[in-house]
């Protein structure tokens, strides 16, 4: 087979749209090397993209803490199962917060787990509930809330932080799961 003339050549071009120019991007690697995984064409404006996940962080350790009380505080009719539901979400909101703390050293920043200002630096809110209806309620309202700042926040990344967007897309799947759950759970008690 004969080769294609200028075939050999055309990846150097500096006219072809999808050269790589591996020297410059090995360079700002060696030079930029405190800076992690976050490289030049990191498209995304850092500290916001570190505020926005902070402030994640918090509203899912604010959900951890809420469903953790309502699991040892379930008690009447169907509890059993109810409290079984909480302890679940309580454990995945703990994952969500763990996924969300490493992005943010990846990114370069510190995962603030201070509990002061949690409250507020969380979107949704620490509510008790004074019955098991009263609490799938909160927990319906505080996932709701999560579910409209993480779509805002997945908007806001787009294209420009990939990774960042495609952790709370799936945190987002879940938190839509969570509630689906209470609301499925509300409609039994109402
Ligand atoms: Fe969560
Ligand atoms: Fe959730």
Not at 43 to 66: F, S, Y
Not at 72 to 78: D, T, W
Not at 88 to 103: K, L, P, V, W, Y
Not at 162 to 169: G, I, K, N, S, W
């Amino acid at each position: 087979m004969s080769k294609l003339p200028g075939a050999q050549g055309a990846a150097t071009q500096s006219s072809d749209p999808f050269v790589i120019d591996l020297k410059k991007i090995r360079e700002d690697a060696r030079k930029h090397m405190s800076d992690g995984s976050v490289t030049q064409s990191y498209g995304a404006d850092r500290e916001t993209v570190l505020k926005l996940c902070n402030d994640a962080l918090a509203t899912e350790i604010v959900c951890v803490l809420r469903y953790k009380r309502h699991h040892f505080m379930a008690k009447g009719i169907n509890s059993e199962a109810v409290a079984a539901e909480f302890a679940e979400h309580a454990a995945e909101e703990q994952e969500h917060a763990d996924s969300i703390a490493e992005r943010i050293v990846q990114l370069g920043g510190e995962p603030d787990f201070a509990p002061d200002g949690l409250k507020t630096r969380s979107h949704s809110e620490y509510k008790e509930g004074s019955n098991l209806t009263d609490m799938i309620k909160e927990n319906l309202i505080a996932e709701r809330i999560a579910i409209d700042t993480y779509r805002e926040i997945i908007r806001y990344l787009g294209d420009k932080d990939v990774t960042t967007r495609r952790m709370f897309e799936d945190i987002l799947a879940v938190e839509e799961e969570h509630a689906d759950d209470m609301a499925d759970l509300l409609e039994g008690r109402e």
